[in-house]
């Protein structure tokens, strides 16, 4: 769809598994995101990551824990998800994260979570 | 308040007419500007940017941003059944704080 894929594109797992969800940017982008869409819900901002570096954690619980280990690739780590973490989790990059009109963020398609 | 505000709708507009698209922000410092389209059951797509007050148009859509006001709308002319879908307003400051709206979804009945 985009230059931005994420797997698995759908999820379901118990309160006590641990799993990762996937993303990988193909746009050469220097920035990514996570974001979880609940519905009726505005996207929530999670995660940042510039350059590898983490920049912005909008007080996201520790049973996420996202991982950047280049540039094209941004994993988030699941452990003792609560059942209101069922959610569409989208993953994003940008450009750079300078503020700048290049900072479009484009959006992969998501991975559906749900949390029995 | 909330930082970005929506109205849910859904807004019903007949195939042709034009549909116009509201979003207010609460941050004055508030410096990028974003419609994003989002089909059901999908990830949202850029549809237009818009940086500085004015009107942008870009085929038809046309964004149009009031700093003073503190709004930015998104008028689509022409609608058409495969405009249907929920728009996303996002809002960015410096340091790339972006705000997401909760979105409206748009009806174009034929």
């Known amino acids: 769809e985009t230059g931005v894929t994420q797997t698995p594109r759908h999820l379901v797992m118990g309160m006590t598994n641990k799993k990762s969800l996937k993303c990988e940017q193909h746009?050469?982008?220097?920035?990514m995101y996570w974001y979880k869409q609940s519905a009726k819900k505005p996207l929530e901002l999670m995660f940042v990551?510039?350059?590898?570096?983490?920049?912005e954690n909008n007080s996201v619980p520790s049973r996420f824990s996202p991982e950047c280990p280049n540039s094209s690739h941004l994993f988030l780590h699941l452990h003792t998800l609560q059942p209101e973490d069922s959610a569409l989790y989208l993953c994003?990059?940008?450009?750079?994260?300078?503020?700048?009109?290049?900072?479009?963020?484009?959006f992969g398609p998501g991975t559906r979570l749900t949390v029995l | 308040q909330k930082e970005v505000e929506q109205n849910s709708g859904p807004l019903s507009v007949p195939e042709g007419a034009i549909a116009s698209l509201n979003c207010t922000y609460s941050?004055?410092?508030?410096?990028?500007f974003f419609w994003y389209r989002q089909y059901s059951g999908k990830s949202p797509e850029l549809i237009m940017s818009?940086?500085?007050?004015g009107d942008k148009e870009d085929g038809r859509f046309t964004a149009q941003l009031n700093k003073a006001s503190q709004y930015v709308s998104l008028l689509i002319r022409d609608s058409q059944p495969s405009d249907s879908a929920t728009y996303l307003c996002?809002?960015?400051?410096?340091?790339?704080?972006?705000?997401f709206g909760t979105g409206t979804k748009l009806q174009v009945i034929p």
């Open positions: 994003a990059s940008s450009q750079d994260y300078s503020g700048t009109t290049t900072d479009t963020q484009y």
């Open positions: 746009l050469g982008h220097n920035a």
């Open positions: 990551y510039s350059l590898e570096e983490r920049v």
């Open positions: 941050d004055r410092v508030s410096q990028s």
């Open positions: 818009i940086y500085s007050n």
């Open positions: 996002a809002v960015t400051k410096g340091y790339q704080k972006v705000t």
